[in-house]
Nanobody, 125 residues
Framework: QVQLVESGGGLVQAGGSLRLSCTAS????????MGWFRQAPGNEREFVAA????????LYADSVKGRFTISRESGKNTVYLQMDSLRPEDTAVYYC??????????????????WGQGTQVTASS
């Protein structure tokens, strides 16, 4: 089992930056692809970004491409989401997820086996 805990969320003005962290316990995540998803009130959960197990490949939603960066630090068993130029429409609960399909960075939530509890991000206008 893998337990995932997100941190780093908060309130920021539009145009600002935040860095989310997702720290795993129970098992090393070096053999997992990792993803970030988000869910705003009244909306379905949507894909944000993903990275393969060794970090060789990344994938982004069109809405965040060029503003968000996903990375991972194996020594700390942690995945990050650097969010720059935040917009009010980025406001959501952000979730970290781990997939056993280590060589595939997937957009689909069904590809992920483990999920964190989420962290709130609010970008005010």
């Amino acid at each position: 089992q893998v337990q995932l805990v997100e941190s780093g969320g908060g309130l920021v003005q539009a145009g600002g930056s935040l860095r989310l962290s997702c720290t795993a316990s129970g098992r090393t995540i070096i053999s997992y692809s990792m993803g970030w998803f988000r869910q705003a009130p009244g909306n379905e959960r949507e894909f944000v970004a993903a990275i393969t197990s060794l970090g060789g490949s990344t994938l982004y939603a069109d809405s965040v491409k060029g503003r968000f960066t996903i990375s991972r630090e194996s020594g700390k068993n942690t995945v990050y989401l650097q969010m720059d130029s935040l917009r009010p429409e980025d406001t959501a609960v952000y979730y970290c997820a781990a997939s056993e399909a280590r060589y595939v960075a997937s957009r689909g939530a069904n590809a992920y086996n483990y999920w964190g509890q989420g962290t709130q991000v609010t970008a005010s206008s």
